[in-house]
């Protein structure tokens, strides 16, 4: 980092508290209109913040806006294009995760009025909460022209829960989505989807991982 000689780069070191907190400290940090955020085993291609930057203008400053990316392993071979965004988008999301981290865009001051939450025993399914929580409140634009690529790995921290750590992550989800006015209101009956597609990914997480023999 020391060798890149530019005014625009400021370096924060901070002690691991989980993803969520390392996140909402770099908003903190943050002087921009927009936050953007990359997690160290994952790539943006060089087209990624000038597309950022078209659709910006385009949409007049939308509040969030997601980029899409492309999936790939630790040998960067292609594995296949992430999930095509529709004009549903809100609703999609409520069906499961489909954004990756390094494609999303908030406008600061919403990031810092939504910071993700910080409970360690949601890791894993943080970014989605707090993506359905902004959704309740703001129109999701988006794009499907890929501008990064999701690495995937077998050391990622999210492949290695165990069942019990899976099942408090669904109480949790359940549990602050359930608390959020704003969210119930508009997505309400969508608790049972999203309570079904985390069992459903619970399961299916166990089964190839061999973690569990009991049913859930």
Request: net charge positive; proline share 1%; hydrophobic share 35%.
């Amino acid at each position: 980092i020391k060798k890149i000689q530019s005014p625009k780069l400021f370096y924060y070191k901070k002690e691991n508290a989980e993803r969520a907190a390392a996140r909402n400290f770099g908003v903190q940090k943050s002087c921009g209109n927009y936050v953007n955020f990359l997690d160290s085993d994952d790539l943006l291609y060089s087209h990624h913040l000038s597309t950022a930057l078209k659709l910006i203008f385009r949409v007049n400053m939308p509040e969030l806006f997601y980029l899409n990316s492309d999936i790939r392993n630790s040998e960067m071979k292609f594995l296949r294009n992430a999930t095509i965004i529709k004009d549903e988008f809100n609703q999609q999301l409520l069906k499961g995760n489909i954004l990756s981290c390094n494609g999303v865009f908030i406008k600061r001051e919403i990031a810092i009025k939504h910071p993700f939450n910080e409970n360690r025993q949601l890791s894993g399914t943080e970014d989605w909460e707090l993506w359905l929580r902004l959704s309740s409140r703001y129109k999701l634009h988006y794009s499907n022209e890929v501008t990064s690529s999701f690495i995937n790995h077998n050391d990622r921290s999210v492949l290695n829960a165990d069942e019990d750590q899976l099942k408090k992550r669904t109480e949790l989800l359940i549990h602050y989505l359930s608390q959020d006015s704003v969210f119930k209101e508009k997505y309400g009956s969508g608790i049972y989807r999203i309570k079904a597609h985390m069992l459903s990914y619970t399961a299916l997480h166990l089964s190839l991982n061999n973690k569990s023999s009991k049913a859930l």
